[in-house]
């Protein structure tokens, strides 16, 4: 735990005091951490707006938002082939100091193209969900999935249970879903999973196949 100033936003920045933030696995990873420390850890805040830069459109004070930690320009020729993670500006862009802090700030480009303010009801918490639900729309789409198909995904986290729900969304005839966890299976169950696998008892390749005629 430290002490920092309140950072201060430039006519086009927003200042939003953080009410959640979601943990990442990366969070949790040394080997991705340690080659950017020191940093401020949280990619996945919402929270309210408590200053406006004079420039800003479409932002007011008191609004509820989710801030995106990584933006990139949707303009050079990664972002024209959908590789959004190998623009320039990707890299550059962050939330200012993290997600994790009190108050953080979201820099222009942050702001124009990956902020927005939550619906009414939706929570605080539940808007954490975003960027990495956002994530597995994009998988889901990369990966093709529609009607009829067979889908099988590997463990049952906050990930895995959301691939769920969105490969039936989707039209999936039949989805399979490995963990070691029991309460994570039952989780995959309610998700709308048509068959969970214990990994620790079952092969996920065996029930698979039993389970789509080989």
């Known amino acids: 735990m430290e ?35 020191p940093l401020v850890l949280g990619h996945e805040p919402t929270g309210v707006v408590v200053e406006v830069g004079r420039d800003v459109e479409g932002f007011s004070e008191g609004d509820r938002v989710f801030a995106h930690h990584h933006v990139s320009c949707m303009t050079c020729r990664f972002c024209r082939r959908g590789q959004f993670t190998l623009c320039p500006l990707f890299r550059r862009t962050h939330l200012d100091p993290g997600g994790f802090s009190e108050f953080f700030r979201v820099p222009e480009p942050n702001l124009m193209f990956d902020t927005f303010k939550l619906p009414e009801g939706l929570s605080f918490k539940l808007g954490t969900l975003i960027e990495p639900l956002a994530c597995c729309i994009r998988a889901v789409k990369k990966a093709g999935v529609g009607l009829e198909d067979n889908v099988a995904i590997v463990g049952a986290g906050p990930s895995g249970l959301m691939l769920a729900a969105l490969a039936k969304l989707s039209g999936a005839a039949y989805v399979a879903v490995a963990d070691l966890v029991p309460f994570r299976l039952r989780a995959a169950k309610a998700f709308g999973a048509d068959v969970v696998i214990d990994a620790r008892e079952e092969s996920l390749a065996e029930a698979v196949r039993a389970g789509t005629d080989g």
Request: some cysteine; glycine content about 8%; charged content about 30%.
């Open 3 to 37: 002490e920092r100033p309140i950072p201060r936003p430039g006519p086009r920045d927003i200042l939003v005091e953080m009410r959640a933030c979601g943990l990442c696995g990366s969070d949790l990873m040394d080997w991705y951490i340690a080659p950017r420390a």
